[in-house]
């Protein structure tokens, strides 16, 4: 018992030195632990699992800050990658991440919740700090491919204000 609740307790210090570390830039927006990474052999069963969920939700709503939290681990999880020098598989999870936050953004559009734009506006800021700050990070072949989803991240971040100061 003794071990488990000391393994449990640095598992907590550890998500808290994480999140430390990340926002020690400029927005004050905490971005989740990821869990499992895309490196691991059992990452499949955590997709599988994330996408039966996104199927089960059936209001936009939740969906779209569903997808939020999604596309936020997977910024999590792809600092990680690079900075553990896996740069190719990060890139490609912050990528699908960036999707992900695309999906939200539409939805947002349509649903026109005042709280869910207000959120999505600050994750954007977030999104575009973290890839900014993990640019140097990337080798050339890569660069483009992060450039793109920093650029796809702006294009959505602009839509949410727009909406947000026309309402």
């Known amino acids: 018992m003794k071990k488990v609740s000391l393994f449990v307790l640095v598992l907590f210090f550890l998500s808290l030195s994480f999140s430390k ?3 020690a830039a400029g927005v004050e927006y905490n971005l989740p632990y990821p869990g499992i990474l ?3 052999p059992l990452y499949i069963f955590k997709v599988a699992r994330d996408n039966l969920f996104e199927l089960i939700l059936l209001d936009p709503k939740q969906k779209a800050f569903y997808l939020l939290l999604m596309a936020d681990k997977r910024l999590s999880a792809g600092f990680i990658l690079i900075n553990n020098g896996k740069t190719d598989l990060g ?3 912050i990528t699908q991440g960036q999707q992900d936050y695309t999906r939200a953004v539409d ?4 649903n026109k919740d005042a ?4 959120k999505l506006a600050v994750a954007g800021a977030k999104h575009e700090e973290v890839i900014t700050l993990l640019q140097p990070k990337v080798t050339d ?3 483009a491919e992060l450039q793109k989803a920093l650029d796809a991240d702006q294009n959505d971040k602009n839509r949410v204000l ?3 100061m026309t309402k």
Request: neutral net charge; glycine residues 0%.
């Open 38 to 40: 895309p490196d691991s």
């Open 21 to 23: 570390s990340i926002l």
């Open 141 to 143: 072949n890569k660069s």
């Open 107 to 110: 939805l947002a559009v349509k």
């Open 91 to 93: 890139v490609t999870t």
């Open 115 to 118: 709280n869910l734009l207000s």
């Open 162 to 164: 727009e909406l947000s």
